[in-house]
């Protein structure tokens, strides 16, 4: 009998899949670096237009401010 596949948990973000983990492997590391910066763009630009429907009052500073202060773990 075989490896059984791998149980993901829907809640566990943070795991690569072994088929994404192949992809990854087979780019150069330029290519992973594009697709790390993307991601982090992405995930600033939706956590950015998240805090302005959630705080319509807040102007651009405070939205800023609180986005970096999220994105980088609270150090920022």
Known sequence: MG???MQIDD??????S???AAVFRG???AERLRVAFRL??????MLERLLRSQHP???DLTVKAEV?????HGTG
Not at 11 to 16: M, P, Q, S, T, Y
Not at 40 to 45: A, I, N, Y
Not at 68 to 72: D, G, I, T
């Open 18 to 20: 072994d088929e994404m």
């Open 68 to 72: 970096v202060k999220r994105m980088s």
């Open 11 to 16: 809640r566990d973000l943070e795991i690569v």
């Open 57 to 59: 009052d807040w102007d």
């Open 40 to 45: 982090w763009k992405s995930t600033w630009l």
């Open 27 to 29: 780019k150069t590391p």
């Open 3 to 5: 490896p059984t596949p």
